[in-house]
């Protein structure tokens, strides 16, 4: 029994639809025997397919050739994963590093050190004060209102 490879990527559930199957193929991220492949090529029991997923490159072989999508519990009837060691030992790696952050100061500022960027740049609210204390006219007529 043969099947299209994008329709067995897809059926197989190594890709979630089969257009980006399709368009791994294109891009030449599938191979086999380190052959860049079309969409349109039949693949039969027993092959071994590449697909390329940064960083790592796995490698399936063909158990069933089928053409229908498969539930998750089914798919080890179709494909027995036979990726290399080493590059299971890069994706664990690459888990394992994670992400680290970033240097204080560098990038974008948080949430927090934008409101303490704000508040520096913007003096706080003091209301409706009148903070000119240079005429002295002023004053004394204030005083002679409170007087009233």
Not at 28 to 33: D, E, V
Not at 88 to 103: K, P
Not at 104 to 133: C, H, N, S, V, W
Request: net charge negative; proline share 3%.
């Amino acid at each position: 029994m043969e099947a299209r490879l994008d329709k067995w990527l897809w059926a197989a559930r190594i890709f979630k639809t089969r257009s980006t199957a399709a368009d791994a193929c294109k891009n030449g991220r599938i191979t086999m025997s380190g052959v860049k492949q079309k969409a349109s090529k039949m693949i039969k029991e027993g092959d071994i397919v590449e697909v390329r997923k940064p960083p790592i490159t796995y490698s399936f072989k063909v158990l069933k050739a089928i053409q229908n999508r498969v539930g998750a519990k089914l798919v080890p009837e179709v494909l027995e994963n036979v990726t290399a060691k080493e590059q299971l030992e890069l994706l664990e790696m690459n888990r394992i590093s994670g992400f680290v952050g970033r240097a204080r100061g560098t990038g974008r500022p948080t949430k927090k050190e934008r409101r303490e960027l704000d508040d520096f740049i913007q003096p706080a609210f003091y209301g409706d004060f009148d903070f000119d204390f240079d005429d002295e006219d002023d004053d004394d007529e204030s005083f002679m209102l409170l007087e009233d």
